[in-house]
Protein backbone atom coordinates (compact mmCIF):
# COMPACT_ATOMS: atom_id res chain seq x y z
CA UNK A 1 0.00 0.00 0.00
CA UNK A 2 1.25 3.21 -0.88
CA UNK A 3 -0.13 7.08 0.38
CA UNK A 4 -0.19 8.93 -2.34
CA UNK A 5 -0.34 12.67 -3.20
CA UNK A 6 -3.33 14.56 -3.10
CA UNK A 7 -4.59 17.07 -5.66
CA UNK A 8 -5.60 20.26 -4.89
CA UNK A 9 -7.22 23.19 -6.64
CA UNK A 10 -6.90 24.76 -9.06
CA UNK A 11 -5.69 21.38 -10.66
CA UNK A 12 -7.70 20.77 -13.89
CA UNK A 13 -7.89 17.39 -13.14
CA UNK A 14 -10.34 17.91 -10.34
CA UNK A 15 -12.81 18.75 -12.63
CA UNK A 16 -12.85 15.82 -15.03
CA UNK A 17 -15.51 13.14 -15.14
CA UNK A 18 -14.00 9.77 -14.31
CA UNK A 19 -15.06 6.60 -15.72
CA UNK A 20 -17.00 3.86 -14.40
CA UNK A 21 -15.03 0.77 -13.62
CA UNK A 22 -15.82 -2.66 -15.59
CA UNK A 23 -14.89 -4.98 -13.26
CA UNK A 24 -13.72 -4.99 -9.21
CA UNK A 25 -10.00 -6.81 -10.03
CA UNK A 26 -6.96 -6.67 -7.84
CA UNK A 27 -5.73 -3.95 -9.58
CA UNK A 28 -9.18 -1.35 -8.54
CA UNK A 29 -8.46 -3.35 -5.35
CA UNK A 30 -5.39 -2.01 -4.45
CA UNK A 31 -6.40 1.61 -6.24
CA UNK A 32 -8.74 1.40 -3.14
CA UNK A 33 -6.16 0.26 -0.82
CA UNK A 34 -3.75 3.22 -1.59
CA UNK A 35 -6.97 5.25 -1.34
CA UNK A 36 -7.61 4.49 2.07
CA UNK A 37 -3.94 4.72 3.54
CA UNK A 38 -4.20 8.28 1.87
CA UNK A 39 -7.53 8.78 3.57
CA UNK A 40 -6.42 7.87 7.46
CA UNK A 41 -3.14 9.57 6.51
CA UNK A 42 -4.41 12.94 5.16
CA UNK A 43 -6.19 12.88 7.65
CA UNK A 44 -9.82 13.04 6.21
CA UNK A 45 -13.07 11.00 6.44
CA UNK A 46 -13.65 10.10 2.37
CA UNK A 47 -11.23 9.67 -0.52
CA UNK A 48 -12.42 10.01 -4.28
CA UNK A 49 -10.18 8.29 -7.01
CA UNK A 50 -9.19 11.73 -8.65
CA UNK A 51 -7.99 13.25 -5.63
CA UNK A 52 -4.86 11.05 -5.96
CA UNK A 53 -4.76 11.33 -9.95
CA UNK A 54 -6.90 8.27 -10.97
CA UNK A 55 -10.50 9.30 -13.05
CA UNK A 56 -12.17 5.88 -12.20
CA UNK A 57 -15.51 6.34 -9.55
CA UNK A 58 -14.12 4.82 -6.84
CA UNK A 59 -14.34 5.91 -3.41
CA UNK A 60 -13.44 5.63 0.02
CA UNK A 61 -14.76 6.66 3.22
CA UNK A 62 -14.64 6.46 7.48
CA UNK A 63 -17.10 8.52 9.64
CA UNK A 64 -16.29 6.66 12.84
CA UNK A 65 -14.77 8.70 15.23
CA UNK A 66 -10.61 8.70 14.65
CA UNK A 67 -10.42 9.12 18.70
CA UNK A 68 -11.58 7.30 22.04
CA UNK A 69 -12.24 9.22 25.15
CA UNK A 70 -11.17 5.90 26.77
CA UNK A 71 -7.61 5.94 24.83
CA UNK A 72 -8.28 2.46 23.29
CA UNK A 73 -7.74 2.40 19.73
CA UNK A 74 -10.11 3.20 17.74
CA UNK A 75 -12.22 1.36 15.50
CA UNK A 76 -11.75 1.29 11.78
CA UNK A 77 -15.05 1.42 9.62
CA UNK A 78 -13.71 1.32 6.30
CA UNK A 79 -16.71 1.78 3.08
CA UNK A 80 -14.98 1.37 -0.53
CA UNK A 81 -17.65 1.81 -3.44
CA UNK A 82 -17.06 1.37 -7.01
CA UNK A 83 -19.52 3.11 -9.72
CA UNK A 84 -21.68 4.57 -6.67
CA UNK A 85 -25.32 5.95 -7.82
CA UNK A 86 -27.52 7.67 -5.49
CA UNK A 87 -30.80 6.06 -6.14
CA UNK A 88 -33.09 8.01 -3.39
CA UNK A 89 -32.60 10.95 -1.49
CA UNK A 90 -34.52 12.72 1.29
CA UNK A 91 -36.69 15.77 1.33
CA UNK A 92 -35.28 16.92 4.40
CA UNK A 93 -32.41 18.86 4.06
CA UNK A 94 -29.23 19.55 6.07
CA UNK A 95 -26.35 21.75 6.92
CA UNK A 96 -23.15 20.66 7.30
CA UNK A 97 -20.10 22.40 7.74
CA UNK A 98 -17.61 20.79 4.38
CA UNK A 99 -13.94 20.40 4.03
CA UNK A 100 -12.07 19.12 1.43
CA UNK A 101 -8.59 17.66 1.53
CA UNK A 102 -8.76 19.22 -2.29
CA UNK A 103 -9.14 22.65 -1.09
CA UNK A 104 -7.21 22.46 2.19
CA UNK A 105 -8.11 24.68 5.47
CA UNK A 106 -11.02 25.91 4.08
CA UNK A 107 -14.80 25.26 5.57
CA UNK A 108 -17.96 26.07 4.87
CA UNK A 109 -21.47 25.30 5.36
CA UNK A 110 -23.82 23.54 2.82
CA UNK A 111 -26.73 22.31 2.09
CA UNK A 112 -27.61 18.89 1.36
CA UNK A 113 -30.53 15.93 1.26
CA UNK A 114 -30.26 14.97 5.08
CA UNK A 115 -30.44 11.31 4.00
CA UNK A 116 -29.90 8.95 0.53
CA UNK A 117 -29.46 5.86 -0.59
CA UNK A 118 -26.85 4.85 -2.42
CA UNK A 119 -26.13 1.54 -4.57
CA UNK A 120 -22.68 0.56 -6.01
CA UNK A 121 -20.34 -2.34 -5.93
CA UNK A 122 -18.31 -3.48 -2.69
CA UNK A 123 -14.67 -4.30 -2.73
CA UNK A 124 -15.71 -7.90 -3.62
CA UNK A 125 -17.22 -6.13 -6.66
CA UNK A 126 -20.67 -7.31 -5.36
CA UNK A 127 -24.00 -5.16 -5.59
CA UNK A 128 -24.65 -3.26 -2.40
CA UNK A 129 -27.56 -0.47 -1.32
CA UNK A 130 -26.75 1.46 1.91
CA UNK A 131 -28.91 3.68 3.44
CA UNK A 132 -26.70 7.16 4.71
CA UNK A 133 -27.98 9.92 7.18
CA UNK A 134 -26.22 12.11 9.20
CA UNK A 135 -22.15 13.23 8.57
CA UNK A 136 -22.07 9.74 5.96
CA UNK A 137 -24.75 10.97 3.54
CA UNK A 138 -23.29 14.28 3.42
CA UNK A 139 -19.60 12.62 2.78
CA UNK A 140 -20.76 10.16 0.28
CA UNK A 141 -22.96 12.92 -1.32
CA UNK A 142 -19.53 15.41 -1.44
CA UNK A 143 -17.55 12.16 -3.12
CA UNK A 144 -19.77 11.48 -5.64
CA UNK A 145 -19.92 14.92 -6.86
CA UNK A 146 -15.90 14.79 -7.21
CA UNK A 147 -16.64 11.64 -9.36
CA UNK A 148 -18.28 14.52 -11.65
CA UNK A 149 -15.82 16.90 -11.86
CA UNK A 150 -17.54 18.74 -8.72
CA UNK A 151 -15.98 20.51 -5.59
CA UNK A 152 -18.25 21.39 -2.71
CA UNK A 153 -17.47 25.12 -3.37
CA UNK A 154 -19.32 25.00 -6.10
CA UNK A 155 -22.43 25.39 -3.90
CA UNK A 156 -21.02 28.39 -2.63
CA UNK A 157 -21.54 31.91 -4.00
CA UNK A 158 -19.56 33.08 -7.56
CA UNK A 159 -17.89 34.94 -5.34
CA UNK A 160 -17.01 33.23 -2.37
CA UNK A 161 -15.52 30.29 -4.79
CA UNK A 162 -13.61 32.89 -7.26
CA UNK A 163 -11.85 33.68 -3.91
CA UNK A 164 -10.45 30.52 -3.06
CA UNK A 165 -9.69 29.38 -6.30
CA UNK A 166 -7.63 32.62 -6.91
CA UNK A 167 -5.68 32.52 -3.85
CA UNK A 168 -5.08 28.76 -4.76
CA UNK A 169 -4.19 29.81 -8.19
CA UNK A 170 -1.49 32.56 -6.68
CA UNK A 171 0.01 30.53 -3.89
CA UNK A 172 0.41 27.48 -6.90
CA UNK A 173 2.33 30.34 -8.93
CA UNK A 174 4.51 31.25 -5.60
CA UNK A 175 5.44 27.97 -5.40
CA UNK A 176 6.34 27.04 -8.78
CA UNK A 177 8.69 30.42 -8.54
CA UNK A 178 10.52 29.25 -5.57
O1 LIG B 1 -12.14 14.88 5.27
C1 LIG B 1 -13.17 15.38 4.80
N1 LIG B 1 -14.09 15.91 5.65
C2 LIG B 1 -15.36 16.28 5.26
C3 LIG B 1 -16.11 17.03 6.15
C4 LIG B 1 -17.39 17.42 5.83
C5 LIG B 1 -17.93 17.05 4.61
C6 LIG B 1 -17.18 16.32 3.70
C7 LIG B 1 -15.91 15.93 4.03
S1 LIG B 1 -15.01 14.98 2.91
C8 LIG B 1 -13.38 15.44 3.34
C9 LIG B 1 -12.35 14.62 2.57
C10 LIG B 1 -12.49 14.90 1.11
O2 LIG B 1 -12.06 15.87 0.56
N2 LIG B 1 -13.15 14.02 0.40
O3 LIG B 1 -13.33 14.22 -0.91
NI1 LIG C 1 -13.35 16.37 -1.16
New binding site residues.
Partial sequence: MTIRTILTVPDPRLRQKCAPVAEVTDEVRALLDDMLET?YD???????AI?IGVAKRCLVMDVSPSTREDGEPPQKNPITMVNPVITRVSEEMSD???????VPEYYEFVERPARCTVRYLDYDGVEQELDCEG?LA??VQ??ID?LDGGL?IDYLSRLKRERIVRKFTKALKQREKA
Fill in positions: MAPGIGLAQYEEGCLSMTCHEHF
